[in-house]
C-alpha cells in the first residue's frame, strides 16, 4: 500500500487542521472526565448521590437545549461555531483552578461550570458532526469518522495517563487548567482551516419551531435513525449509571489511587483505539447496519468483569472488559455516525445531529441520578451489575430494525426531505 493511500484525508490540509484540533480538545476533554468527578469524590468529599447529581449537571445541556441548538446551527457557520464553543469552554473550566486557588470552590460551583459546559458542549458537537460531510465529501464519510476516533481514542489513553499523575501532583481542580489550554488551542486550531460551508438562508426567528419540528419528523420517519436513537438512548443511561459509580468503585471499594485509575481508564482508550481503526474494516466484512448490534452484544457483556473483583478477580482482568466495551461503542458509533450523515440532506443536518444528540443522550442526566440513587441503595457494586445488564439490551432496536440486514450506507447523495 503507497504512503498516498494509507494517509487518505490526512492528504487534505483542512483535514489535518480539523484532526489536529480534535486531538487537543479532546485531550481536554479526557482529563475533564476524570478531573470533574475527583474533584468532586476527592476535593469536596461529595457522597455518592451528589457524585451522580454532578452527572447529570454535566449532561443536562442535551435535554436544556439540544432540538433548538440544531435549528440555530442550521443557520449558522459550523465552523464558526465549533470555535466559539470550544474558547467559551476554556474559559468556564478555567474558573474552576481560580476558584480552588481563592478558597470559593464549592460543590455548587463544580455543578454550574458542569451545566455551562455540558450546554457549550451540545453546541460544539452538533456543529462538529454537521461540518464533517462539507469538509470531506459523503463518499469519506467513514473515512473520515474512522481518522477522528482513532485520534479520540488516542487522547482516551493519553488523557487519563496525563491526568492521573497531575492530579496526584497538583490535585484535581489544578489539572483542568490543562483542559483549558487544550480547548483553547483547539479552538485556535480550528479557525485556520480555510473551507468554510455556505451559510443557508433562514426567514427568521418565528421559524425556530418549525425548523425544529422539521429534524423531528425527517428523524421518526426513519426506520434505521429511529433504531439508532433508540438503541443510543438506552446504551448511555446505562453507561452513565455504570461511569458514575466506576469511579466511586475503583476509589473507595478497590482502593485504586488516581495514577492507577488514570491507568485504568487508559486501557479503555485502548480499546478505543483498536476499534477505531478496525472500524472500517469491520463494517465491510460484517455489513455496516448488523455490526452496530453486534459490536454492543459481543462486547457489553464483559462490563460484569468489574464487579467480579470483589470475587477475587483482578482488576487487570476487569480493565480488558472496560477496553472491549471501548472497542465495540466505537465502531459501532463510526458505523451509526456514517449512517446518519449519509441519510440527511445538508440543510437538515444540524436538526438531525441535534435531535440524535437530544434522543441518545437525553437519558443521560436520568442515568447519572439513577447511578447516584442506585449507588446509595446497593452500592457501586450493585449499581455496575445493573447498568451492565443494561447497556447489553441496548442492541435490541437495532437487530430488529432494518440495520439488522443493511450491509452498505445509503448512496453518496442524501435524499431532500419534503417539508
Not at 164 to 193: E, Q
Request: charged share 15%; with cysteine.
Amino acid at each position: 500500500m503507497s504512503k498516498s493511500s494509507r494517509l487518505g484525508l490526512l492528504r487534505n490540509q483542512d483535514f489535518r487542521r480539523l484532526f489536529a484540533a480534535t486531538a487537543l480538545g479532546q485531550l481536554g476533554e479526557r482529563i475533564v472526565f476524570l478531573a470533574f468527578p475527583l474533584v468532586a469524590i476527592a476535593a469536596l468529599h461529595a457522597d455518592e448521590f451528589h457524585v451522580g447529581l454532578l452527572a447529570a449537571m454535566t449532561s443536562a445541556g442535551s435535554l436544556l437545549v439540544g432540538l433548538p441548538a440544531g435549528a440555530w446551527v442550521d443557520r449558522m457557520r459550523k465552523r464558526s461555531v465549533m470555535i466559539s464553543a470550544d474558547l467559551a469552554r476554556a474559559l468556564c473550566l478555567l474558573t474552576v483552578p481560580v476558584a480552588w486557588w481563592a478558597g470559593l470552590l464549592t460543590i455548587w460551583w463544580i455543578y454550574v461550570v458542569a451545566l455551562v459546559h455540558g450546554v457549550l458542549t451540545v453546541f460544539f458537537d452538533v456543529a462538529y458532526v454537521s461540518y464533517l460531510p462539507h469538509l470531506v465529501g459523503r463518499s469519506n464519510l467513514v473515512e473520515g469518522n474512522s481518522k477522528l476516533s482513532a485520534i479520540r481514542s488516542v487522547t482516551s489513553i493519553s488523557g487519563p495517563t496525563v491526568a492521573g499523575p497531575l492530579v496526584a501532583l497538583v490535585g484535581a481542580p489544578a489539572t483542568l487548567l490543562a483542559s483549558s489550554v487544550g480547548m483553547a488551542v483547539s479552538g485556535l486550531l480550528a479557525s485556520t482551516i480555510r473551507k468554510r460551508e455556505q451559510k443557508h438562508e433562514s426567514s427568521g426567528h418565528a421559524k425556530l419551531a418549525r425548523e425544529v419540528m422539521e429534524g423531528l419528523k425527517f428523524v421518526t420517519r426513519s426506520p434505521a435513525l429511529r433504531a439508532i436513537m433508540l438503541g443510543d438512548a438506552i446504551f448511555n443511561l446505562f453507561l452513565v449509571m455504570y461511569q458514575t459509580m466506576l469511579l466511586v468503585f475503583l476509589e473507595r471499594e478497590i482502593g485504586l489511587q488516581p495514577f492507577g485509575i488514570g491507568l485504568v481508564l487508559s486501557g479503555m482508550g485502548c480499546g478505543a483505539l483498536l476499534g477505531a481503526l478496525s472500524a472500517t474494516k469491520a463494517s465491510r466484512r460484517v455489513g455496516h447496519g448488523p455490526v452496530i448490534w453486534l459490536a454492543s452484544l459481543v462486547t457489553c457483556p464483559l462490563t460484569v468483569l468489574m464487579p467480579l473483583t470483589q470475587t477475587g478477580l483482578s482488576v487487570h482482568v476487569a480493565a480488558i472488559g472496560l477496553a472491549a466495551l471501548s472497542a465495540g461503542g466505537v465502531i459501532r458509533v463510526v458505523t451509526q455516525s456514517s449512517f446518519e450523515q449519509a441519510l440527511t440532506p445538508d440543510r437538515l443536518l444540524g436538526r438531525m445531529s441535534a435531535t440524535a444528540r437530544f434522543v441518545s443522550w437525553g437519558g443521560i442526566p436520568l442515568g447519572g441520578l439513577l447511578g447516584g440513587v442506585s449507588g446509595s441503595l446497593f452500592g457501586a457494586t450493585g449499581t455496575l451489575w445493573i447498568a451492565a445488564a443494561g447497556m447489553t439490551l441496548s442492541v435490541l432496536p437495532s437487530f430488529l430494525s432494518p440495520l439488522r440486514t443493511m450491509r452498505s450506507l445509503p448512496s453518496d447523495k442524501a435524499p431532500e426531505f419534503a417539508r
